[in-house]
């Protein structure tokens, strides 16, 4: 087995250089050819000083990001997949580019993206040092819909670790009561207001107590089923977080997190959304977890940004242009993204390039996912215009009207081509586009030719 290791990796590491000298950097069909050589490849290559896995149903390459950059200041030599490759072959050419020709590390870490459906099968060969869960939601028509599937996945995953450590979310009520050893867990939670019951969605999946099966009572509530739930009959409860945002000032963008031990330490972010709260609140609690000093995360974490990939924001002709990732088929990734555009009073359009890229245009795909997801929300009279292009726009139009949006507010093309040319801007201060995760490169596109018609330059 060493033998058919070795040339997996020198294989795996040739094809890896060729698609280098190619300007073809962000591939994974080397990591195919590795598992092919040899299928253990995971479970024999030698690991890095530590090994971290991230995983859940929405936020992990954002996790992922933030825990590489902090690293990465701190002065740790870190491999991980920038673009998101989170399947077996992903990890493979990633485990190979952390060993030098030889197979041992030549990096302080490395940070894995692990996709749910298929965490057993990774995890129980990599046996990281820190398993980081970061909820779980409802997901994807197409591939695994149901949280508690999801659940039962990690689970199983968890269940196969020897000695890791496990982060999880204590205002999750789907992962948070999930079977870990006492002493190997951390959890982690923002302090909500008391009382505060859960907001209206299409989109709540923790209605029933995993015990007995009464209605649970939320102590406070965030965004869909996140909060302090507690079950009246059985007494079942949410964990006491190992680490809490106490405090929390989205002006000056600043956190107070007060770890078990007592103490309270104020971390600077780079974002105001409440999502994006809780990735850097998951990676402060990883990072912690794993011992590193407190003090250095405080300066460190100030540097790390979201990944372009999942969110933009730049200014031309005085009007704020973002891009916002909102997956397709999956109604609580957008949800929470319409909850917050919903809290901004300022004048805005919104561009919908939310459905999923086919090969063949004219393939169909699953609306059902539409009556999941909030569109009520952005019902908003501050929401001018919500655009909307591609072969389904009459599916999307249906489900806004139904939302109770005025015909008037609804632009619907067949062409991507045709939104460019159709923006008005007038009175507009804010353009949102909100984008599936194989639409990047368009949405780009699209805000790079919106800028260029307003005249405007990078700010």
Same mark, same amino acid.
């Given at each position: ?9 020198w294989?795996?590491?040739l094809?890896?250089?060729?698609y ?14 590795i598992?092919?050589?040899c299928?253990?490849?995971?479970q ?7 090994t971290? +896995? ?10 992922t990001?933030l825990l590489?950059?902090?690293m990465?200041?701190m002065?740790?030599k ?6 998101g +490759? ?8 990633l485990m190979? %580019?952390s060993v ?9 870490a490395v ?22 869960v ?8 197409e591939?695994?819909a149901?949280?508690?599937c999801n659940?039962d996945?990690?689970?199983? +995953?968890i ?14 009520p ?18 909500g ?5 859960p907001e209206?969605?299409n989109?709540h ?15 406070y ?12 009959v059985?007494?079942?409860q949410s964990?006491?977080?190992d680490?809490?945002?106490?405090h929390?000032d ?7 997190v007060?770890e ?15 999502f994006?709260t809780?990735?850097?609140l ?6 912690r977890t794993?011992?590193f ?5 405080t ?23 973002y891009t ?10 957008a ?7 919903a809290?901004?009073?300022?004048p805005?359009?919104?561009?919908l390039?939310m459905?999923e890229?086919?090969?063949h ?5 699953a ?7 909030d569109?009520?929300?952005l019902?908003r009279q ?10 389904v726009?009459a599916?999307?139009?249906?489900r806004l009207r139904l ?6 507010r609804?632009v ?30 368009? +949405?780009?596109?699209?805000r790079?030719?919106? %800028?260029?018609k307003?005249?405007g330059?990078?700010s």
């Open positions: 087995m060493k033998f058919r290791f070795y040339i997996a990796l294989v795996g590491k094809i890896s250089w060729f280098t000298i190619r300007g073809r950097k962000q591939d994974d069909f080397p990591g195919s050819v598992h092919k050589i299928p253990d490849f995971l024999y290559v030698h690991k890095p000083k530590y971290i +896995a991230v995983t859940g149903t929405n936020g992990k390459t954002v996790v990001s590489a950059q902090c990465q200041g002065g740790y870190v491999a991980y997949n920038d673009w +490759a989170n399947l077996r072959s992903g990890h493979c050419i190979a %580019r030098n020709w030889r197979g041992r590390p030549c990096v302080n940070i894995l993206e692990i996709d749910e459906e298929t965490a057993y099968e990774n995890l129980s060969a990599l046996q990281p040092d820190c398993l980081v970061t909820n779980i939601c409802r997901d994807s028509l591939r695994n149901h949280p508690f659940r996945r990690i689970q199983k +995953a269940d196969s670790l020897e000695h890791t450590k496990i982060v999880l979310n204590a205002d999750d789907i992962s948070c009561f999930m079977d870990v050893p006492e002493d190997r867990v951390r959890y982690f939670a923002i302090d207001k008391p009382g505060s019951q209206w969605s989109l999946d923790f209605t029933i107590c995993p015990n007995c099966f009464s209605q649970p009572k939320y102590l509530s965030h965004y869909l089923h996140f909060g302090k739930v507690q079950c009246p059985c007494g079942l964990p006491d977080p680490y809490e945002i106490v929390s989205m002006l000056t963008k600043q956190i107070t007060r078990k031990s007592g103490i309270e330490l104020t971390y600077t972010i780079r974002s105001s959304t409440i994006n809780f990735n850097y998951t990676a402060i609690a990883c990072l794993l011992g000093n407190a003090e250095q995360l300066m460190h974490i100030r540097s790390c940004r979201i990944p372009q990939s999942r969110e933009t924001h730049e200014n031309a002709g005085g009007i704020d242009l916002v990732m909102c997956k397709g088929q999956a109604g609580s990734s949800s929470v993204v319409f909850r917050q555009l809290k901004i009073n300022k805005m359009e919104l561009i390039l459905n890229t086919y090969e245009e004219e393939q169909p795909e609306v059902s996912w539409l009556y999941d997801t569109f009520e929300l019902s501050n929401i001018r215009r919500i655009v909307v292009a591609g072969p726009y599916d999307y139009h249906l939302a109770g949006i005025p015909e008037s609804i619907c093309f067949r062409d991507y081509s045709d939104i460019t040319d159709n923006m008005t801007f007038d009175g507009i201060r804010e353009i949102y586009i909100l984008h599936e995760v194989h639409r990047i490169t368009q +949405a780009h596109q699209l790079d030719a919106i %800028r260029k307003l005249g330059g990078r």
